[in-house]
Nanobody
Framework: EVQLAESGGGLVQAGGSLRLSCSASGETFEGYAIGWFRQAPGKEREGVSCISSDDGSTYYDDSVKGRFTISIDNAKNTVFLQMNSLKPEDTANYYC??????????????????WGKGTLVTVSS
């Protein structure tokens, strides 16, 4: 039922910033976890950050701690990922996904149920 749409990707130089948005339609985020995942060519999909719409609890992968921040606007059915100090190794397709709020502590892709189509982030040296 829920449909997800990502936006905000693009080309940025190393050290720059981008803000990704994930908007939901057809259903609110209430009772769900929302996560950001990324997949580079030839690489496995990995969890970047997750947040619970119920209590605001969060998870960050070690590779992005201190650089990325996830936030949620429940009224607007939108989740954001603020990405600072970007590195070339951050280059990937970034996907928004939803699942049960209990998955937040481990934020694994196989725990998520619905996915957006992705937005490409390219970080140049």
């Amino acid at each position: 039922e829920v449909q997800l749409a990502e936006s905000g990707g693009g080309l940025v130089q190393a050290g720059g910033s981008l803000r990704l948005s994930c908007s939901a339609s057809g259903e609110t985020f209430e009772g769900y976890a929302i996560g950001w995942f990324r997949q580079a060519p030839g690489k496995e999909r990995e969890g970047v950050s997750c947040i619970s719409s119920d209590d605001g609890s969060t998870y960050y992968d070690d590779s992005v701690k201190g650089r990325f921040t996830i936030s949620i606007d429940n009224a607007k059915n939108t989740v954001f990922l603020q990405m600072n100090s970007l590195k070339p190794e951050d280059t990937a397709n970034y996907y928004c996904a939803t699942g049960p709020h209990e998955v937040v502590p481990w934020c694994r892709s196989y725990g998520m149920d619905y996915w957006g189509k992705g937005t490409l982030v390219t970080v140049s040296s």
